[in-house]
């Protein structure tokens, strides 16, 4: 009795296997070329401070005047 309940589920899961095996390799692929062309693309917003304006360079300049 157990044996036929341990086979159906070896025989169901033995049978995703490989749709399981190509949903994963095509998916990483879709995945990494999706973050690299948003890469590209400049969709992916910066960083928080990424960008600091350098105003101290005026503030010297203006003194020097």
Same mark, same amino acid.
């Given at each position: 009795?157990?044996?036929?309940f341990y086979r159906?589920?070896?025989?169901?899961?033995?049978? @995703?296997?490989? !749709? #399981?095996?190509y949903s994963v390799? %095509?998916?990483?692929?879709l995945v990494q070329?999706?973050?690299?062309?948003?890469? @590209?693309?400049? !969709? #992916?917003?910066?960083?928080?401070? %990424?960008?600091?304006?350098?105003?101290?360079?005026?503030?010297?300049?203006?003194?020097?005047?």
């Amino acid at each position: 009795m157990y044996f036929e309940f341990y086979r159906s589920i070896i025989g169901y899961a033995l049978l @995703m296997i490989p !749709s #399981l095996i190509y949903s994963v390799y %095509f998916g990483g692929f879709l995945v990494q070329f999706l973050i690299e062309k948003m890469g @590209m693309m400049g !969709s #992916l917003p910066q960083s928080r401070g %990424f960008r600091i304006p350098n105003n101290h360079k005026r503030e010297v300049e203006a003194r020097h005047v």
